[in-house]
């Protein structure tokens, strides 16, 4: 039997992630469910606990989503690995059936979702490169220690994506018409937000390079089936 291990890192959404847990708890497709609590300050861990299927790994301070989704991989027994951010807007089962059956059925070898909301350009070249939402086998990671150093926004660009193209990986999207993630500007306010984000895609910059981002979306254009 293919297992599949679900993984979430979560800081701060437990306005919004019992919907989120609500969707993949019980999914006939779905063995397992890891949280990573990454130091909220909020209801976070309390709303987590309402739920009888899932493995917490509480970190006591926020170390990053990189940091968090490698504990969450260690921990994990399944033979895919079901990344999906915990504050997703509108998600349903076939959503996350949609997302596991190309690599499941060896279709892919990875799939990345394309939410409705994402932004208007990754929208046109029907790619949304930085996406927290994919399914992966698991011995396709390799050295999952590599992302102890990755600042915390760095996952998707700075290993997932290398991994796509070191490796000639096949690459499925699957597009989410009905699934939303809030921008940063919804969640901690116009200010706060968009500080967030202006850190988040600094990083990236930072750790890739523009010239290497763009040779790194068309490599995984080119490998879209």
Known sequence: ?????CIMPAYNEGSRISKVLS?????PLINEIIIVNDGSTDNT?????????VKIINNRVNLGKSKSVMKGVIASRGEFILFLDSDLVGLNKKNITDLILPVKNDLADMSISLRKNAPALFRLIGLDYISGERVIRKSLLGDISKLEILP???????YLNRKILKD?????????QNVESPYPS???GFFN???????MCWQILKINGPINLLRQIIGMKKRII
Do not use: C, D, Q
């Open 168 to 176: 000639n990986l096949r690459l499925a999207v699957i597009k989410w």
């Open 1 to 5: 039997m293919k297992k599949i291990s």
């Open 186 to 188: 919804e969640k901690y």
């Open 45 to 53: 861990l309390s709303t987590l606990k309402k739920f009888k299927n």
């Open 193 to 199: 937000g968009n500080l967030r984000l202006l850190k």
């Open 152 to 158: 915390g926004w760095a996952i998707e660009s700075a």
């Open 23 to 27: 969707v993949v708890n019980n999914h």
